[in-house]
């Protein structure tokens, strides 16, 4: 069982409100994501980092923000949600893989989020 | 364009039945493809992950296998059980950058009745 913790689980709110997704992991990984997944499709990345003070966007244009300034904490924020911004949100952390090895990338249970 | 094609899209199964699911990528440069098994309302967890070098792995009733000249990979399960019941995705990793990207598919939503 992987040691990452998403909060809240499920967060329904307002269009405005500013919104803090909390993503926390006990491995003392370097390599932290968020991805972004709508029912029925593909994962998108939206943000990752490489350890504190790294912070880089994903594939997925996203209007989220993150910041690293703790190893074991990724937190994602919206300044100002949408009905748009409505999905599931995932974070993940990982190892340094060997070079050209693969890495175990580990999934936090994710965030549900409904703006309406 | 890099992209991972799965299927069937759904599949609905007997339990105890055996299953096989698809997975064709495109990938390159290839590094590594992973299953991972995604239940309703939660992440994904790893179940196998194979190289070049690898064709096939193991993990309980869970086999995939890789055919990296054809870039197929296949997920067999036998003796389905309920709780096999759940989205399967495949993942391609390339090793075109220090992070080593992760393409996703779509995924195959299994359901295992009684």
């Known amino acids: 069982e992987a040691d990452i913790y998403q909060t809240p689980r499920y967060l329904v709110i307002g269009t405005g409100k500013k919104i803090t997704l909390e993503c926390s992991q006990t491995?003392?990984?370097?390599?932290m994501y968020w991805y972004q997944q709508d029912p029925g499709m593909e994962l998108h990345l939206i943000h990752y980092s490489y350890g504190v003070n790294s912070t880089e966007k994903g594939d997925l244009s996203s209007e989220s923000t993150v910041s690293r300034i703790r190893t074991e904490h990724f937190p994602l924020t919206l300044e100002s949600a949408r009905p748009s911004h409505t999905s599931q949100y995932l974070c993940?952390?990982?190892?340094?893989?060997?070079?050209?090895?693969?890495?175990?990338?580990?999934f936090g249970p994710g965030t549900r989020l409904t703006v309406t | 364009k890099n992209q991972v094609e799965q299927s069937p899209q759904s599949l609905i199964i007997l339990e105890g039945k055996n299953c096989t699911l698809q997975c064709n990528y495109t990938v390159s440069p290839f590094s590594n493809l992973r299953w991972y098994k995604q239940d309703t309302g939660r992440g994904p967890v790893s179940l196998t992950i194979?190289?070049?070098?690898?064709n096939t792995k193991s993990n309980g009733r869970y086999t995939a296998t890789l055919d990296a000249d054809t870039k197929q990979s296949s997920l067999h399960i036998t003796a389905s059980q309920l709780s096999d019941s759940a989205s399967y995705i495949c993942?391609?990793?390339?090793?075109?950058?220090?992070?080593?990207?992760?393409?996703f598919g779509r995924g195959t939503q299994l359901t295992v009745w009684p």
């Open positions: 194979m190289t070049f070098s690898e």
């Open positions: 491995m003392g990984h370097d390599k």
């Open positions: 993942v391609v990793s390339d090793r075109g950058s220090t992070l080593g990207r992760l393409y």
């Open positions: 993940a952390s990982s190892e340094w893989g060997q070079t050209g090895g693969p890495y175990e990338q580990y």
